[in-house]
């Protein structure tokens, strides 16, 4: 059965038994679910609670706030699981971004005070920057937070939320100056109950990731204590952005690896059992030259990958780097689903079979989180230096 890491500079005792863990959790409660939420279109609270009861969500975020008080690789590990089981519902890479945010950027106050409902799954995070004309071009949004005394009030609109119906707690990109470009926006932090002016549109129907919520947010004279400013000045939410979407890109290269191995495995299984022309298709020369080509992009990208949590775990993950991950992860994953999806025939196309719905998930992981040509881009700045 294939791991994140067999062996890794980065992996430990503790790694070891943590993945064993999450791995029969998700047996017992992640699996036997999937299919019901993706009918619902939403996870349920309760398994939101469980996976925080079960340390599942804070094994990288300081005791201190809940957590174990361990490394990114705890996180990554929760990822890749995810990912492995065939899971594109939960909305735990959010949660883990948005905690992330809070512990580099929040004041003491604030973490003590979002961060542990977080890590027990009391309160389901989300982060909202894309707006209905606005997708990677961040400097350009158009919601606006205005000073009103001890409060802001914000105006405008997100699209494409994540976690967007069930969020507690949204992290919104805002401009705090309309006159200033990147160094307009800051980030604001809204607590949803009981905010008036706040309201979630539709839960949005999707290609793929049918179980997790996504949604347009509006914003209508909405107050915020201006205490919820995440950081000490205005002007700081491009920077703190920036800072983190490293992590946010490594997120996706991790679930892309995870599912490329649900894949494989599910494939492999399949072609051991289906005969064509009185033979398995396994025996068939196309069909092993096709599964060697893709375990070996899946190993490569497992090696990159691995690098990449040895760089977050020492806080040197570079944007570059980063993107290379994001960008070749959702590739290697939509080459890979179109080639399983293939070898599985007509039966492939049929939503009761697992790969149908791993090539669905699959086709956004290229778009969001800065698109793939955003990812070229910032590549190819860091080589015309």
Not at 151 to 179: E, H, M, P
Not at 216 to 236: C, S, Y
Request: hydrophobic share 40%; proline share 2%.
């Amino acid at each position: 059965m294939e791991m994140l890491t067999p062996t890794s500079a980065w992996a430990a005792d503790e790694h070891r038994m943590f993945t064993d863990a999450v791995r029969r959790f998700f047996a017992d409660e992640l699996v036997p679910n999937m299919e019901r939420w993706t009918e619902q279109g939403v996870v349920e609270r309760d398994f939101w609670q469980k996976s925080g009861a079960h340390g599942i969500m804070g094994g990288a975020v300081p005791e201190a706030y809940g957590g174990a008080g361990g490394g990114m690789a705890f996180d990554a590990i929760t990822l890749y699981e995810q990912g492995r089981v065939g899971d594109a519902g939960w909305g735990f890479g959010i949660q883990s971004i948005v905690i992330h945010y809070l512990l580099a950027y929040g004041s003491e106050e604030q973490k003590q005070r979002w961060v542990p409902g977080l890590v027990s799954g009391e309160k389901v995070a989300a982060l909202a920057m894309t707006e209905p004309g606005t997708g990677s071009d961040l400097q350009a949004i158009r919601t606006f937070a205005e000073k009103d005394g001890n409060q802001y009030r914000l105006n405008g609109s997100k699209i494409f939320i994540t976690n967007g119906q069930t969020a507690d707690l949204i992290i919104v990109a805002a401009k705090t100056d309309k006159a200033e470009g990147a160094k307009g926006m800051s980030l604001i932090v809204l607590e949803t109950e009981g905010a008036d002016g706040f309201r979630r549109g539709k839960n949005l129907k999707k290609l793929g990731m049918k179980a997790n919520d996504t949604s347009e947010l509006f914003f209508e004279d909405v107050k915020i204590p201006r205490t919820n400013l995440l950081g000490a000045d205005e002007g700081q939410g491009f920077y703190q952005l920036m800072k983190q979407l490293p992590w946010e890109r490594l997120v996706i290269a991790l679930t892309a690896l995870g599912y490329i191995d649900c894949a494989l495995a599910e494939t492999i299984r399949y072609t051991q059992e289906r005969k064509a022309f009185g033979q398995r298709v396994m025996d068939f020369q196309n069909t092993r030259f096709k599964l060697a080509e893709m375990k070996t992009k899946a190993d490569v990208l497992r090696a990159f990958v691995n690098d990449c949590i040895v760089k977050a775990e020492s806080g040197t993950l570079d944007p570059a780097a980063a993107s290379m991950a994001k960008y070749w992860g959702s590739e290697v994953q939509n080459e890979v689903m179109h080639e399983c999806l293939q070898l599985f025939g007509g039966y492939g196309y049929m939503m009761e079979y697992p790969i149908a719905r791993l090539y669905a998930d699959a086709r956004v992981q290229m778009i969001y989180g800065g698109s793939n040509e955003i990812m070229k881009e910032l590549i190819a700045r860091s080589i015309d230096v």
